[in-house]
Structures are given as C-alpha cells and as structure tokens.
C-alpha cells in the first residue's frame, strides 16, 4: 500500500513551481560552479534541485528517505539526459554512512526543518571540502508579519478541510531524527499555496549561526506563480494531507469539487500568486 509521501512523488515532480532561474546562476557564481564539482542534494525529493544542477558540475548525488520520490527523479533524469546523477536512500542524519568522495556544495530545498539540523551541519563540516558551502532554501510566509494570501487559497482550505477534517494542518513534533514521528501521514512545508511557516526559517538561522558554517548570506526573490485549475488541483495532490494514498477512493470526488469550487470563484480558471524563495548561503568564516 502505498503511503502518503509515496503517492506524492509524481505530483510533486509536475506540479510544485520550479525554483527560480536566477537561484541557479547566483551558486554558479558564487560556487565557480564549472562542471568540476561534486553537489550533495539532501532531501532531494524527485531532484528538483539535483536536475537542474546536473548540468553544472561533475556529479550530484540525491538523498532522500522515500524511494518513490527517488524512483521518479530517477525516470526525469532519463527522459533528460542527465546521467550524472546517483539517486541514493538514504537519512540525512546519517551522512557519513552515505561514504560520498568529499563534497563541494550541498543544496537543501525545503527539508532542512525536517532534518536533525545540529547533526546535518556536523556531518557536514566534515563532509564538505575546505572551501565548500550549504545552500538551503525556504519560500518563507513573510519578512514582515503574514503575507496576504490570494483568495483562491480559501477556497482550496474549504474543500480540503471538508474532505480531511478541520485539523488536517495541524503540525506534529519532530521525532529523534529530527522528522515529524508520523512522517509518512504529514510534511510541514504542507500548504494550499506551497509556502512555508516563516517560523522554519528563523529556526534556520538560528541553527547556522551556531553551526561551522556561520557566514550566511541570504539573497531573496518574489517568483510569480500562475496556476491553470488541472495545476492547482494536482498541487494539492502533491502535499502529504492532501495526498491520493490520504484521500483513497474519495480522490476523484476531491479532484472534481475542487474544480467546480474554484470556478464557482473564478471562471477564467486562472489562479495568481507572488511565491517567495529565499536562499542562504552559509560558508565557513575566513580566517
């Protein structure tokens, strides 16, 4: 039986918007990333960030816990041409039993608040060459209080809260390996939109400035999404509470109250937002 992470994978690969181009551009610049280096993607998910990357260095190597999302990453990579990509399962708190050559730059996109953080940048420290860095990247709710939400995300919140139940947001507590317990049921970058608690970044923070790789930079973007109805439903497919192994044999039904509810709001069938990306740059002080 397949689980709710699991039956995410090929949803998350379609439907999640894609990290902005200039994000790959700012680490080819700051990383002289020129086709020599060794890239470490934690929490790879279907390679959203190991894909695009591949392309700009020697070898990539994809961890992830589930194998479904690797599974799919994997099909991508064939269907592109990438060929420099390892597709490993593994746990991010386990690094060293990974036995990866050493590491020029390792990316994190939108799991390092489900990862054992002060373990991660530990096994990182040793895992990462001398002049090596961590990216992770957040889409954070807002700088400056909560970012007003399209009124479409409503409408999404209604029909879910009546297929899930009222408390199908709430958030569970990390286990020992610093993912929730019942990580196979939730994912806390769940959202209607795709946006995180700003209160995942600032823990980040926190977490590097205590860490070996204290110089952090942070660069930010404002990337405008725009979603057709077949894209917003399958975004929700690609959350864990909303996921078809969650939903069962009431998915179609979803699918379609979905639809006839956002049309009802607004029969272009058009649904806008601004999603923000967020990328910290962390390195060891020069000394």
């Given at each position: 039986?397949?689980?709710?992470?699991?039956?995410?994978?090929?949803?998350?690969?379609?439907?999640?918007?894609?990290?902005?181009a200039?994000?790959?551009?700012?680490?080819?610049?700051r990383?002289a990333?020129d086709?020599?280096?060794?890239?470490?993607?934690?929490?790879?998910?279907p390679?959203t960030l190991a894909?695009?990357l591949?392309?700009?260095v020697?070898?990539?190597?994809a961890?992830d816990?589930e194998?479904?999302?690797?599974?799919?990453?994997?099909?991508?990579?064939?269907?592109?041409?990438?060929?420099?990509?390892?597709?490993?399962?593994?746990?991010?708190?386990?690094?060293?039993?990974?036995?990866?050559?050493r590491?020029d730059?390792c990316v994190?996109?939108?799991a390092?608040?489900r990862?054992?953080r002060?373990?991660?940048l530990?096994?990182?420290?040793?895992?990462?060459?001398?002049?090596?860095?961590?990216?992770?990247?957040?889409?954070?709710a807002?700088?400056?209080?909560?970012r007003?939400?399209p009124l479409w995300c409503?409408?999404?919140?209604e029909?879910?809260?009546?297929f899930?139940?009222?408390?199908?947001?709430?958030?569970?507590?990390?286990?020992?390996?610093?993912?929730?317990?019942?990580?196979d049921?939730v994912?806390?970058?769940d959202?209607?939109?795709?946006?995180?608690?700003?209160?995942?970044?600032?823990?980040?923070y926190d977490?590097?400035?205590?860490?070996?790789?204290?110089?952090?930079e942070?660069?930010?973007?404002?990337?405008?999404?725009?979603?057709?109805?077949?894209?917003?439903?399958?975004?929700q497919?690609s959350?864990?509470?909303?996921?078809?192994?969650r939903?069962?044999?009431?998915?179609?039904?979803?699918?379609s109250?979905?639809?006839?509810?956002l049309?009802?709001?607004d029969p272009?069938?058009?649904?806008?937002?601004t999603?923000p990306?967020?990328?910290?740059?962390a390195?060891?002080p020069?000394?």
């Open positions: 039986m397949s689980t709710p992470i699991a039956s995410t994978a090929p949803y998350y690969a379609r439907y999640r918007p894609p990290y902005p200039e994000l790959y551009e700012l680490l080819a610049d990383f990333l086709g020599s280096q060794t890239v470490l993607d934690l929490g790879a998910g390679g894909l695009a591949a392309p700009l020697d070898q990539v190597y961890v816990t194998p479904a999302m690797l599974a799919e990453g994997c099909r991508l990579a064939g269907e592109r041409g990438r060929r420099n990509i390892s597709w490993l399962t593994g746990d991010a708190a386990r690094i060293p039993r990974l036995c990866l050559p590491i730059l994190i996109g939108r390092f608040h990862m054992d002060a373990r991660v530990a096994d990182l420290d040793t895992a990462l060459a001398p002049r090596g860095g961590l990216v992770v990247i957040t889409s954070p807002g700088e400056d209080g909560p007003p939400r409503a409408v999404v919140e029909v879910r809260a009546r899930l139940g009222p408390g199908h947001r709430a958030r569970s507590a990390p286990g020992a390996g610093g993912a929730p317990e019942d990580a049921d994912d806390d970058v959202d209607v939109d795709d946006v995180d608690d700003e209160g995942d970044a600032d823990d980040m977490h590097l400035a205590k860490s070996p790789f204290s110089r952090v942070t660069i930010a973007w404002e990337q405008p999404v725009r979603y057709t109805v077949d894209q917003l439903v399958g975004l497919f959350f864990p509470r909303s996921s078809p192994a939903l069962g044999d009431r998915k179609d039904a979803f699918a109250e979905l639809r006839r509810a049309l009802d709001h272009r069938g058009s649904y806008a937002r999603v990306v967020r990328a910290a740059l390195t060891r020069r000394t």
